[in-house]
C-alpha cells in the first residue's frame, strides 16, 4: 500500500451541495420488485436519494459549492493556483468540467485545472494530487 505525507498542508473547509429533488427507494418497487428493494434498503439504510433537476448539471452543484466556500472564506478565485475537479460524472466527455467551474469562479486561465474521474476514490485522489502539487510547485497560498 502506498503511503504519502504532507507537511504544512491542510483542508480548511468543505462545502457541499444537495439537490433539492427526492426520490423515495421504495419507487423503484416496479423496477425491481419490492422483495428486493426492500432487502436494500434493510441491507443500507438507504430510504432515499437526492436528484438533480433536469438541466442541471455536476459543475453547476460544484460551481455552487466552490463559490460559497470562496465568499465564506473570503478567498479571491484569481488567487486561486490549481482546480482538481473530482468526479464519477462530468458534465461531458470534453471539456473537462473543471474548465466550466474555472470559468465561471474567475479563476486564472494559467492556473492548472483539470478532471480526476474515478468514482467515489477520485475525492481522496484528488486531495494526493493537489497535495503533491502545493508540495511541489509555486501553489503555496493556503487558507
Same mark, same amino acid.
Given at each position: 500500500?502506498a ?6 498542508i ?5 462545502s457541499t =451541495? ?6 423515495? $427507494?421504495e419507487?423503484?418497487f #416496479?423496477?425491481?420488485?419490492?422483495e428486493e =428493494?426492500?432487502k436494500?434498503?434493510?441491507? $443500507?439504510?438507504? $430510504?432515499?436519494t437526492?436528484r $438533480?433537476?433536469?438541466?442541471?448539471t455536476?459543475?453547476d452543484?460544484?460551481y ?6 470562496l465568499k465564506?472564506k ?8 490549481a482546480l482538481v ?7 461531458y466527455r470534453?471539456p473537462?468540467s473543471a474548465?466550466?467551474?474555472?470559468k465561471?469562479?474567475g =479563476?486564472?486561465?494559467e ?9 467515489? #476514490?477520485s475525492? =481522496?485522489y484528488?486531495l494526493?494530487?493537489v497535495a503533491s502539487?502545493? #508540495?511541489?510547485?509555486d501553489?503555496?497560498k493556503?487558507?
Amino acid at each position: 500500500m502506498a503511503v504519502f505525507n504532507f507537511n504544512n498542508i491542510k483542508v480548511s473547509g468543505i462545502s457541499t =451541495v444537495i439537490p433539492k429533488n427526492i426520490v423515495k $427507494t421504495e419507487s423503484y418497487f #416496479s423496477s425491481f420488485g419490492q422483495e428486493e =428493494v426492500e432487502k436494500f434498503m434493510e441491507m $443500507t439504510g438507504i $430510504t432515499e436519494t437526492r436528484r $438533480t433537476s433536469e438541466h442541471q448539471t455536476a459543475s453547476d452543484m460544484a460551481y455552487k459549492a466552490a463559490d460559497h466556500l470562496l465568499k465564506k472564506k473570503g478567498i479571491d478565485p484569481k488567487e486561486i493556483g490549481a482546480l482538481v475537479f473530482g468526479t464519477h460524472s462530468p458534465d461531458y466527455r470534453r471539456p473537462a468540467s473543471a474548465f466550466i467551474v474555472q470559468k465561471r469562479l474567475g =479563476v486564472p486561465t494559467e492556473a492548472a485545472v483539470f478532471d480526476i474521474s474515478l468514482g467515489c #476514490s477520485s475525492t =481522496v485522489y484528488g486531495l494526493q494530487v493537489v497535495a503533491s502539487m502545493m #508540495s511541489n510547485s509555486d501553489i503555496k497560498k493556503q487558507y
